[in-house]
């Protein structure tokens, strides 16, 4: 297959030679085979171009402009259709050539395109078949695959689950301490209870005491006064 390229090296026009070096040199650069068909100087090149550019194709005019691209008796496109190509990367499907392997747009069709059974477009034979060395495991093609990451989503939830459980029992254990601390309570409040009792037993006890040194003292005084009054009586006599 032959990339043939329709040029006018004689343009008047700036726009024209631009397009025309931009395809030309970006062809050299991916190292694609094309041959420059003159249309300037060669009538042949130019009525051949002229009828092989699809209707639909054409300006309004009915003359289509250089640079016009065909891979042998195949239309590619204008600059314009070429330009759209190189900017998403393919060109070699504008061309309709193969990309060589390790190329982006022969990356991009490995990804695009997959085999009915699971195979890659990449993992085919030298001479273009598909290698059946190279097998998609069964679980793969059934969609069975997503197993592990359902049971990755089962996992989590058993995981809530089990979060669930322990938020329950650190209630039920917090609901535990709630008597727990109530008995503190209560013992505290015997304890005070012991000690006010304590204190009020002593205060009875000094009480009772003083009491007592007091009859005492009142039963001196009233043996004084009764010594007192026979020494007077016993003056008297």
């Known amino acids: 297959m032959v990339i043939k390229v329709f040029l ?10 631009k397009k025309q070096q931009d395809v030309v040199g970006f062809l050299e650069a991916l190292k694609v085979d094309y041959t420059e068909l003159d249309i300037a100087c060669n009538e042949e090149n130019r009525m051949w171009m002229r009828q092989n550019v699809p209707s639909e194709k054409k300006p309004t005019n009915g003359i289509p402009l250089p640079p016009q691209i065909f891979n042998e008796g195949n239309y590619c496109g204008d600059y314009d259709t070429f330009f759209d190509a190189k900017e998403d990367n393919t ?8 990309p060589p392997p390790g190329s982006k747009e022969a990356e991009q069709a490995d990804k695009a395109h997959i085999v009915e059974n699971g195979t890659h477009a990449e993992e085919t034979n030298a001479e273009g078949n598909l290698d059946d060395s190279i097998e998609v495991p069964v679980e793969e093609r059934n969609g069975d695959a997503h197993g592990e990451e359902e049971e990755g989503e089962g996992g989590e939830e058993e995981e809530e689950e089990v979060a669930e459980g322990e938020t329950a029992d650190d209630e039920a254990t917090e609901g535990d301490e709630a008597p727990a601390e109530e ?4 013992e505290e409040a015997d304890e005070i209870t012991e000690d006010t009792e304590a204190r009020a037993e002593e205060e009875e006890e000094e009480e009772q005491e003083e009491a007592d040194d007091d009859r005492e003292e009142e039963d001196l005084q009233s043996e004084e006064e009764e010594e007192l009054q026979q020494l007077e009586e016993e003056e008297d006599e």
């Not at 006018?8 to 030679?17: E, N, P, Q, R």
């Not at 060109?91 to 193969?98: I, K, R, T």
Request: hydrophobic fraction near 45%; aromatic fraction near 10%.
């Open 183 to 186: 008995d503190e309570a209560v």
């Open 8 to 17: 006018a090296s004689s343009s008047g026009s700036t726009a024209i030679k």
């Open 91 to 98: 060109v070699y499907a504008f061309l309709g050539l193969p």
